[in-house]
C-alpha cells in the first residue's frame, strides 16, 4: 500500500492509503480530524475545504497521494494552542454566520484563503463571487458575507504584525 | 470509487513510458474531472500516472504568444501578470471556471484532454488558433478537437503545453449554468494574426465548433451590429434540463454579440 507523508495542522503524519483513499478520508477516517466535512462527495458543496501548501482545495476531490508531501491546514490547525480564535472564526461567532454548522469548516477555511490571497480587501460582491465553491443550506449567505467582511481588516492587521 | 496503482513519475519519459505499457493506465493532472469520474466508477484504471512532478507547469511570454504548460493550474492563469498584459480574455476564462478550489486544482492540460462540450478552454484554443503540443508531436487547434469528450490524441499521448498567438483583440463571454459555473454557452471571439475567429462551447452536440458565419460578418465588419443578421440552426445544439436547442442557438448570437462588444 502506498505511504503517504504530510504536515497536518504543523505535525507531521505518516499515513498507509490505498490509491482510491481521498484526502478527506485520510483526515477524517485515518487523523481523527473530524471537523472537515463531507457534505456532496460530489466537488460542488465545499464543505471538505482544507488548504494544501497554503491553497484552498475540496479535499474529496484530492487523492490522499497527490498530497504526499505537503502541508495541510484543517478547521482544527486554525485556532492558537491556547483555544483563541483564528479571526475568522471569532467573525462567524460575532456575527451569527452558522446555524446548523455543516458547512461552516469549509466555509471558514475557503473564506480565510479568499481574504489572505486579497490583501487589497474584497467587496461584498466579490466576496459573495469567492464563495462559489461552497454551498449553505441555512444562512442565506448574508451573515457569512458579513463576517468575512469584518475579519478583513483584522487578518490584514495581524498578517501586517 | 475501484482501487488502482499509483504512481508519480519524476520524468516526462518515465510519464509516457508508464502511460504506454498499460492501456488501462489513466494520466491524473488536477483531479477535478478525473476524480468524481472515478468516483462515479465510469472509469476503472489498473494505475493512474500522476503527472504533477514533471516539470509541466509555467508559464511564458514572448512578443507573439502566451505558451502554457499543460499543468498550470487555472488560479495561476487567472492571476498571472503576464497573461493578463497579452492576452486579457484568456486570463478573465480562466478566472470563471468552476469556483476558487477547482481553479486550485484544475490544469488546462486537463481540461483539453477531457474537452468537455461545456468546458471554458476548448473555445479559447479553437478562437486563437492556438496550438497544442505533446510528447510527440504539435497539433493545430483545428485538428485537434474531434467531438465531445474526443480529441486527436492518441492513447498515451500526454499535452505537455498549449500556445496562443497574442490576438490584437478577444473576449470570452459565458452564460453560465448557474449551479456549476460550465458554459451553458461560452463564446470566444479573437481577432489577430490568424483572421477572425469566432469559437462556441457548451452549444454543440459536437462540442467546441466555429461559428463560420459570425466569423464571415465580422470579418466584413468587427462590430457588435455585425452579428444582427446572423443565425445559427438549433439543428446540432445541446438540449438538457438546462436549455433547449433553440434557446441555445439564440443564445450563440447574443453572447457573440456580448464577446464582441466586450473586446471593443
Ligand atoms: C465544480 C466544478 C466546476 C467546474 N466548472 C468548470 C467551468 O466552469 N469551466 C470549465 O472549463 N471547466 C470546469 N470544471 C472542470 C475543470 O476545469 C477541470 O479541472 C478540467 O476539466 C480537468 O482538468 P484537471 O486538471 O482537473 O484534469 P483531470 O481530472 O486530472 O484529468 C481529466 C482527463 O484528462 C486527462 N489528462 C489530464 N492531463 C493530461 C495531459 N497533460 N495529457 C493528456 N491527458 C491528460 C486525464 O487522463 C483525464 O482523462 C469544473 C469542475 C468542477 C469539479
Ligand atoms: S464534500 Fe467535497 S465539495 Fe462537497
Ligand atoms: S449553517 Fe447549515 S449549511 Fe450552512
Redesign the pocket.
Known amino acids: 500500500m502506498p505511504q503517504v507523508t504530510l504536515t497536518v495542522n504543523g505535525k507531521a503524519a505518516t499515513v498507509e492509503v490505498e490509491g482510491r483513499t481521498l484526502l478527506v478520508e485520510l483526515l477524517r477516517e485515518k487523523l481523527g480530524l473530524t471537523g472537515t466535512h463531507v457534505g456532496c462527495d460530489t466537488?460542488?458543496c465545499g464543505a471538505c475545504v482544507v488548504h494544501v501548501d497554503g491553497n484552498s482545495v475540496k479535499a474529496c476531490?484530492m487523492l490522499a497521494v497527490q498530497a504526499d508531501g505537503s502541508s495541510i491546514t484543517t478547521i482544527e490547525g486554525l485556532a492558537k494552542a491556547d483555544g483563541t480564535l483564528h479571526p475568522m472564526q471569532e467573525m462567524f461567532r460575532e456575527h451569527h454566520a452558522l446555524q446548523c454548522g455543516f458547512c461552516t469548516p469549509g466555509m471558514v477555511m475557503a473564506a480565510v484563503d479568499l481574504v489572505a490571497k486579497n490583501p487589497q480587501g474584497l467587496t461584498e460582491e466579490q466576496i459573495r463571487h469567492g464563495l462559489e465553491g461552497n454551498l449553505c443550506r441555512c444562512t442565506g449567505y448574508h451573515n457569512i458575507v458579513k463576517a468575512i467582511s469584518a475579519a478583513q481588516p483584522l487578518m490584514h492587521a495581524k498578517a501586517a504584525e | 470509487m475501484y482501487d488502482f496503482g499509483y504512481t508519480k513519475p519524476s520524468s516526462l519519459a518515465d510519464a509516457v513510458a508508464a502511460l504506454a505499457g498499460d492501456d488501462e493506465a489513466?494520466?491524473?493532472?488536477?483531479?477535478?474531472?478525473?476524480?468524481?469520474v472515478l468516483k462515479q466508477r465510469l472509469n476503472k484504471p489498473s494505475k493512474v500516472v500522476d503527472?504533477s512532478k514533471l516539470g509541466l507547469s509555467g508559464i511564458t511570454v514572448t512578443g507573439d504568444s502566451v505558451t502554457i504548460g499543460?499543468m498550470t493550474n487555472?488560479a495561476t492563469v487567472a492571476a498571472s501578470a503576464d497573461v493578463k498584459r497579452a492576452i486579457p480574455a484568456l486570463a478573465a476564462l480562466a478566472g470563471g471556471?468552476?469556483?476558487i478550489q477547482?481553479r486550485n486544482?484544475?490544469?488546462i492540460?486537463?481540461?483539453l484532454?477531457?474537452n468537455?462540450p461545456s468546458?471554458?478552454?476548448p473555445s479559447a484554443v479553437l478562437a486563437l488558433g492556438a496550438t497544442i503540443t505533446t510528447n510527440k508531436r504539435s497539433i493545430a487547434a483545428d485538428d485537434y478537437f474531434q467531438g465531445m469528450f474526443t480529441t486527436a490524441?492518441e492513447a498515451g499521448?500526454?499535452?505537455t503545453s498549449v500556445s496562443f498567438p497574442i490576438p490584437a483583440k478577444a473576449a470570452y463571454i459565458k452564460f453560465?449554468n448557474p449551479a456549476?459555473?460550465?458554459?451553458m454557452v461560452g463564446v470566444f471571439v479573437a481577432t489577430g494574426p490568424k483572421g477572425v475567429r469566432v469559437a462556441v462551447t457548451g452549444a454543440g452536440q459536437g462540442g467546441v465548433f466555429r461559428h463560420t458565419a459570425a466569423e464571415a460578418a465580422l470579418s466584413k465588419s468587427w462590430s457588435p451590429a455585425a452579428i444582427d443578421g446572423v443565425s445559427i440552426s438549433p439543428d446540432n445544439m445541446n438540449s438538457d434540463i438546462h436549455a433547449s436547442a433553440p434557446y441555445r442557438a439564440h443564445l450563440v448570437g447574443v453572447i457573440t454579440k456580448r464577446a464582441v462588444t466586450a473586446a471593443g
Open positions: 466537488s460542488q476531490t | 489513466k494520466a491524473l493532472a488536477g483531479g477535478q474531472t478525473l476524480i468524481p503527472l499543460a487555472h471556471i468552476g469556483d477547482v486544482r484544475g490544469t492540460g486537463g481540461s484532454a477531457n468537455d468546458a471554458c478552454y490524441l499521448e500526454v499535452i453560465k456549476s459555473r460550465y458554459a
